[in-house]
């Protein structure tokens, strides 16, 4: 009889002992220049990501003119006068350098990302794009159409699709909300090199200005390195712009964007609520993540491993601008796909989900859940330093203090389970939703009509 062989397994690895873990306070300063400057020493982090948040936001765009923020964001790395377009990105690349810009309500934003051993030539090139951008009729030109080509692409996106109508019905005509973000093919085709020029002379300065670095800085003299680079970019000084508060009609209703032949139909249910300066904010945040922020979600649990409806539905709250005198907003939302057939009913059930909630609230088992995956994952999710920069460069958006994050994680972990139920009931109340769906409008319509929740109007889709 043959011997059979053992095994011989090595000691199950341990976990060690849990440590402390807070999200970073930033230093803060200022150039000499009025710029502001938030430093935040990441030991081991590399990689250093510099974020720049312009005070240029979308209701500063000239009417007519609507997008002229994202084209300049996007020619900052066209070429300036030092180096060509081309010259531009070689350089970028030499320096094993990133960067990225986008436009939003709130501002502009530049995000760059270098090894720690050449952030003197990527803060270089950072400023030269924010000093003296070429701002080339040729490059201009070639943005809008880029961004010409896009917009049939986004249109025909059914997600893209819902958000753009339930823009266009939550905010009055004359919000620049209402609106898309990046434009549309009537407001990019005027859009020339002269009108991103004087958008930047008109909202691009130093003074209105914040950059946030984040990284290792051991051995790195950042305060020389900032004044010889953005230290040297000038303008003329000037106080941050006044914005109008937030306004929204959330009636409830439902509008049908009609696509005849779709076998999915594309909903998003959302209303505005409350920003980061709501003593709510917390609780909201909780209250939304028990109802549709991960698959194990009452949202999920129903519509998507009960009855199949559906490969997610999720409920978010994201902020569309903040203020601290209580005149921003955050959207509030729930967004999935579900087969055609079944649109009426997956309508219903996800109803029936938020009044069974405002009836009988959240389970204990479901906010300790809920605060594990906020909290407990915090460190995994702010590992780099692109993440720290991007939540710095987020609270200086919104007008926050520098240990806001730091102490929001506090609140989610006090925040007991009635607050929570109080908070999302509160968000998404069946009455004040407005319901947005794409798709086949001659399927969905009367069965839709049936459910009571708002009278149904139908729109064509471009």
Same mark, same amino acid.
């Given at each position: 009889m043959t011997e059979?062989?053992?095994?011989?397994?090595?000691?199950?690895?341990?976990?060690?002992?849990?440590?402390? &873990?807070?999200?970073?306070?930033?230093?803060?300063g200022t150039l000499d220049n009025g710029l502001t400057v938030l430093r935040c020493h990441r030991p081991g982090q590399k990689i250093v990501a510099v974020e720049v948040v312009l005070n240029a936001p979308l209701d500063a765009e000239p009417a007519g003119l609507d997008g002229v923020a994202t084209i300049m964001?996007?020619?900052?790395?066209?070429?300036?006068?030092?180096?060509?377009?081309?010259?531009?990105?070689?350089?970028?690349?030499?320096?094993?350098?990133?960067l990225d810009t986008h436009a939003d309500h709130p501002g502009v934003r530049l995000s760059l990302e270098v090894p720690a051993s050449r952030l003197a030539k990527g803060l270089g090139l950072l400023a030269d794009a924010l000093r003296?951008?070429?701002?080339?009729?040729?490059e201009i030109e070639r943005l809008v159409r880029n961004r010409l080509d896009e917009i049939p692409?986004?249109?025909?996106?059914?997600?893209?699709?819902?958000?753009?109508?339930?823009?266009? *019905?939550?905010?009055?005509?004359?919000?620049?909300?209402?609106?898309?973000?990046?434009?549309? *093919?009537?407001?990019?085709?005027a859009i020339d090199a002269a009108a991103v020029r004087s958008f930047y002379r008109r909202h691009v300065r130093p003074s209105t200005a914040t950059v946030v670095v984040v990284g290792d800085l051991t051995g790195i003299d950042l305060d020389g390195l900032l004044d010889e680079t953005l230290g040297a970019w000038t303008?003329?000084?000037?106080?941050?712009?006044?914005?109008?508060?937030?306004?929204?009609?959330?009636t409830g209703r439902v509008v049908i964007v009609d696509r005849p032949g779709s076998v999915q139909t594309q909903l998003l249910v959302g209303r505005i609520g409350?920003?980061?300066?709501?003593?709510? &904010?917390?609780?909201?945040?909780?209250?939304?993540?028990?109802?549709?922020?991960?698959?194990?979600?009452?949202?999920?649990?129903?519509?998507? *491993?009960?009855?199949?409806?559906?490969?997610?539905?999720?409920?978010?709250?994201?902020?569309?601008?903040?203020a601290p005198d209580g005149s921003g907003a955050a959207m509030l939302a729930i967004s999935?796909?579900?087969?055609?057939?079944?649109?009426?009913?997956?309508? *219903?059930?996800?109803?029936?989900?938020?009044?069974t909630l405002a009836a009988e609230g959240l389970t204990d088992a479901e906010r300790d859940v809920a605060v594990q995956n906020l909290v407990g994952v915090a460190p995994l999710k702010y590992e780099t330093a692109a993440a720290v920069a991007s939540t710095l460069a987020d609270q200086v958006e919104q007008h926050l203090p520098d240990d806001y994050q730091a102490t929001l994680y506090q609140q989610l972990a006090a925040t007991g389970t009635v607050e929570a139920t109080a908070a999302v009931v509160s968000a998404f109340p069946v009455d004040r939703l407005v319901t947005v769906l794409v798709g086949d409008a001659a399927q969905i319509k009367e069965p839709v009509e049936a459910l009571g929740i708002g009278p149904v109007t139908v729109v064509t889709a471009e």
């Open positions: 059979l062989a053992t095994m011989e397994f090595h000691p199950q690895p341990q976990a060690g002992e849990p440590k402390p &873990w807070a999200f970073p306070t930033p230093e803060r964001a996007r020619a900052f790395s066209e070429g300036t006068d030092r180096h060509s377009a081309e010259e531009f990105a070689a350089e970028l690349e030499r320096a094993g350098a990133t003296a951008p070429a701002f080339a009729d040729s692409h986004e249109l025909a996106n059914p997600s893209r699709r819902a958000a753009k109508e339930l823009a266009k *019905e939550l905010f009055p005509a004359g919000s620049r909300m209402s609106r898309p973000r990046q434009g549309t *093919e009537e407001t990019v085709g303008g003329v000084p000037a106080q941050p712009r006044p914005v109008p508060p937030v306004t929204a009609d959330d409350p920003d980061r300066h709501d003593r709510v &904010w917390p609780a909201q945040v909780l209250g939304t993540y028990c109802l549709g922020g991960t698959l194990t979600s009452r949202l999920d649990r129903v519509l998507r *491993e009960e009855k199949g409806y559906t490969y997610g539905v999720r409920a978010f709250s994201q902020v569309l601008r903040s999935g796909s579900v087969d055609t057939p079944n649109t009426g009913p997956a309508l *219903e059930d996800l109803f029936t989900v938020l009044r």
